[in-house]
């Protein structure tokens, strides 16, 4: 009988549900809800970013500071969200372990805030 190890007989769907588990809570949030943000998008047709980006003039007069989140969440492209995510789940993962969730969470929603702002 060969003893070969368990990960390496698991389907590719198990490989990616112990993957995903492994990850931090707040690693793993941040990467559920931007490739799903991506991902109900592409599937709904929606190719409006300037509809959700971060856009002075829309914030300051009319009040519209749900862009501050959606800013840092939606991306405008496959290509995009794919390297985003294959940046920030190694780096992320590590230093929310690191730091610990609530710290870390906090880091990323400045980063994120300034990162999504940027383009102002």
């Known amino acids: ?8 007989q698991a389907s590719l769907g198990t490989r990616a549900k112990v993957w995903f588990e492994s990850l ?12 799903g943000i991506y991902i109900l998008g592409a599937l709904a047709g929606f190719d409006n970013y300037g ?9 300051l007069w009319h ?30 993962g590590s230093l ?3 730091l610990g969730t609530v710290p870390f969470a906090h880091l990323v929603g400045v980063l994120a805030g300034a990162g999504g702002s940027a383009f102002v």
């Open 1 to 8: 009988m060969h003893n070969a190890n368990i990960s390496t």
């Open 24 to 35: 931090p809570i707040f690693t793993r949030a941040v990467f559920a809800v931007c490739v």
């Open 51 to 59: 509809a959700v980006c971060l856009v002075a003039d829309r914030v």
């Open 63 to 92: 009040g519209e500071v749900w862009r501050f989140v959606t800013a840092a969440v939606f991306h405008t492209g496959l290509l995009h969200v794919a390297f985003n995510m294959l940046a920030f789940v190694p780096i992320g």
């Open 96 to 98: 929310e372990r690191s």
